[in-house]
């Protein structure tokens, strides 16, 4: 859309009449939103003409970067041919035939069965349905809690936010929905202080099986759980978690459904998370990197149990309008193949991924208010800490993140506060280059909130 109305004009419009999510519209109004116009590669540009570093992939989404062709072209070829049709009712398209055989081949082993949404709180809310009806269609009717975890994301539909574990989203809406329970967070820094990593990793992992004891393995459905927490924070966990996780829920025929929503589609320099820390799910939801947010479009991927289970009950009365859409399922493949293709996610394990990771460690790790400096692939986040020694928190959880958010925000890098751990999670094909010029504005806006703290 070419420029037409100043910034100021945008922002009255913008305050007058656009609703925005996860807003203050108060203090939005206030301030005015910042209107971003165009973008390219890793950076996009405001209505005043300045470059920014996205270092966040848009919302954890545009693996491919901006500005490609490739994706624009894929997109017109299909909306001149087929724009639009369902999939209900036993009818198919080409469009989403071929991009699920594809994600047949890209998926883990055994992940040959897709079901299309439109957003990742979509895959979650179905995900959620198939489950219990997994449950009934096995004859185990009784088998309805899904667990999650404390500050677990997993979007903001009525299932996808009561199983997540925001309580500030609980507060809101009579949340959660009934059958929903959480167990903490495998937070090593927070709550594993004197253990070494792995050993914290089996303690937190035995939580699910403490909660699945006192709830009853006859009412357990499911347990889920993103591979690393993101909007929580990036809560890596240990290597020792995922395995056990895995073994808790064979025992007590609990499904183990991983949330790939952040972490699939190269994130972690694997295709999908769960391959990175060594764990196979019967169930995985998906969006964001699936189209690298070109379009929306979000998946369920079942394993072979999980599919036939579902199928032996008939019909699944389930589904959107959307699912599959044919334009979406265009531009996800054209996605999907720029990412195999052209090697990005080989790059992001062997080469930017170790890089980032090394510099991230050297920039971050000498300031006196940076604790536990971590990363995996290219997603990575540090926590702001009032004394190192101590692992002493700041006071008022998430004040201290937002004063650094906004300066880095000021000095046109995009890095995100989740409460006061920082987090950064660009475009799968920044380059070393681009890490080194990205660092180097952090490391400036890290030597003026220090000084904001004095
Ligand atoms: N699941 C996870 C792990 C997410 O991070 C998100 C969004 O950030 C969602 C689900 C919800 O996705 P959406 O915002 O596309 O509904």
């Not at 500005?67 to 080409?94: I, V």
């Not at 924070?233 to 609990?254: F, H, L, N, Q």
Request: glycine share 10%; hydrophobic share 40%.
């Amino acid at each position: 859309m070419s420029q037409q109305r100043t910034t100021a004009e945008w922002r009255a419009l913008d305050a007058a009449h656009h609703v925005h999510p996860f807003s203050d519209a108060h203090s939005l109004n206030r301030q005015g939103a910042r209107v971003m116009t165009r973008a390219d590669g890793i950076y996009l540009w405001d209505s005043d003409g300045n470059k920014i570093i996205d270092g966040m992939a848009g919302l954890w989404c545009v693996n491919i970067g901006y500005g490609r062709h490739d994706m624009t072209a894929a997109a017109s070829r299909q909306m001149d041919e087929l724009p639009f049709y369902n999939t209900f009712f036993k009818t198919t398209h080409p469009a989403v035939v071929e991009l699920s055989a594809l994600l047949a081949k890209v998926a883990p082993e055994g992940f040959n069965h897709v079901f299309y949404t439109n957003s990742g709180s979509e895959s979650v809310d179905t995900m959620i349905r198939m489950v219990r009806r997994y449950w009934d269609v096995a004859g185990k009717p009784s088998k309805k809690t899904l667990i999650g975890r404390w500050n677990g994301y997993h979007g903001s539909t009525m299932g996808g936010a009561s199983l997540g574990g925001m309580d500030y989203m609980h507060a809101q809406g009579g949340l959660p929905i009934p059958d929903m329970a959480h167990i903490e967070q495998p937070w090593w820094y927070k709550f594993g202080k004197d253990m070494s990593r792995d050993e914290f990793g089996l303690l937190a992992a035995g939580w699910l099986e403490d909660r699945i004891l006192e709830i009853g393995p006859d009412n357990v459905a499911a347990f889920v759980g993103e591979p690393i927490q993101g909007a929580g924070g990036v809560i890596i966990p240990p290597d020792t978690y995922w395995p056990e996780i895995e073994r808790i829920c064979r025992k007590y025929d609990v499904l183990l459904v991983a949330d790939e929503v952040i972490c699939g589609f190269g994130r972690t320099g694997e295709w999908f998370g769960q391959q990175r820390f060594g764990f196979r799910p019967d169930i995985f939801t998906a969006a964001k990197g699936l189209t690298s947010g070109y379009l929306p479009m979000g998946a369920v991927f079942l394993n072979e149990k999980v599919a036939e289970g579902l199928a032996a009950g008939g019909d699944f009365n389930h589904g959107f309008t959307y699912s599959g859409h044919p334009v979406a399922a265009a531009v996800a493949r054209a996605n999907i193949l720029a990412l195999r293709d052209e090697g990005i996610i080989d790059r992001v394990r062997h080469d930017t991924g170790p890089y980032m990771q090394e510099r991230w460690r050297q920039v971050f790790g000498q300031f006196d208010h940076v604790d536990d400096v971590r990363g995996v692939g290219l997603i990575q986040a540090f926590t702001l800490v009032k004394d190192k020694a101590t692992r002493t928190l700041f006071p008022n959880w998430g004040e201290t993140g937002l004063i650094c958010r906004d300066i880095f925000f000021r000095n046109n890098l995009i890095m995100r506060a989740c409460a006061d751990h920082m987090v950064a999670s660009p475009p799968l094909v920044m380059t070393r280059a681009q890490i080194d010029e990205m660092l180097g504005v952090a490391e400036r806006c890290m030597t003026e909130f220090e000084e904001t703290l004095l």
